[in-house]
């Protein structure tokens, strides 16, 4: 399987709470299935790798999320 990692941090809650732990969260491009460029993601060390479909749902839903808080400019 060849992957492509995108990003890979630890992520905290902002408010620093005491209750939530950290969160490992890493996601890519994978080729394990035949070859063929999927998002991959792995959270607290589980991975899934995601169907073309569900891949550009999840980027697009990231991408709306980005434009709505202002952090991706058009």
């Known amino acids: 399987m060849a992957t492509t990692t ?4 630890t992520l905290s809650d902002k408010g620093g709470h ?3 732990q950290p969160v490992k ?4 491009r994978s080729s394990f299935y035949g070859g063929e460029n999927l998002v991959y993601l792995t959270i607290d060390e589980k991975t899934v790798i995601l169907d073309a479909e569900m891949g550009a749902k999840l980027v ?3 991408q709306d999320l980005g434009h709505y808080l202002g952090y ?3």
């Open 18 to 20: 005491s209750k939530s």
């Open 25 to 28: 969260l890493e996601f890519g």
């Open 6 to 9: 995108f990003f890979e941090e």
């Open 60 to 62: 697009n839903a990231m």
């Open 72 to 74: 991706l400019k058009d």
